[in-house]
């Protein structure tokens, strides 16, 4: 990690926090849209299966490389004026969402390789994904429900971190507006 902490977030990690926070809000409610759609619309649910992990995907190497920025840049000090408790929660969500945004589309791209009728998976619906591991119904049936109840926490965990920040910029803390634009803020809300 940096040295000296910067003044601001950088361009980079302000739109792939920006960027993974859309693909999150495409691919929940899409998930669910296409796992209850019935089999007579087939070839609508094999698109909407393709875009879902496409979007997966997306997510998972744009989490990656918010990571390495994040240990290679750092990030702004915390806002003075936040009791410590508070740093300490934000600190565990940010890594909970972190690990959340790596290992669901991780379990999601197992999910899918595990499936009992093999179906290709294809990045932007032009790009084969090789499955790493064969059919396995028994695997396919625990990694389906892990894998939607770590997308359910994401959502939620997710959810209750953009309450927050709307909370506190409510309040006059400056976080949110320099996730937004950039720019050093004061360190200190008014």
């Known amino acids: 990690m940096a ?8 361009r980079a990690q302000r739109l792939l926090h920006w960027g993974i926070a859309v693909l999150v809000l495409l691919a929940a409610p899409m998930g669910v849209y296409m796992v209850a759609l019935p089999f007579q619309q087939l ?28 240990w290679r840049r750092g990030r702004p000090a915390w806002t003075e004026s936040l009791p410590d408790w508070q740093r300490q929660a934000a600190a565990a969500v940010h890594a909970t969402l972190f690990a959340l945004l790596v290992a669901t589309p991780a379990l999601g791209y197992l999910t899918a390789a595990t ?11 032009v790009i084969p994904v090789p499955h790493i591991v064969g059919t396995d119904p028994a695997w396919f049936a625990v990694l389906r429900r892990v894998h939607l109840g770590l997308a359910v926490l994401l959502v939620l965990l997710a959810s209750g971190h953009a309450l927050m920040a709307l909370h506190h910029h409510r309040r006059g803390d400056s976080t949110l507006r320099r996730m937004w634009r950039g720019g050093p803020g004061s360190a200190a809300a008014p």
């Open 115 to 125: 499936a009992p009728v093999r179906i290709p998976t294809l990045f932007l619906g």
């Open 3 to 10: 040295q000296e902490r910067p003044t601001s977030w950088s």
């Open 43 to 70: 070839l609508l649910k094999f698109l909407l299966y393709q875009v879902h992990k496409s979007i997966g995907l997306a997510a998972f190497l744009l989490a990656l490389s918010q990571l390495v920025l994040h």
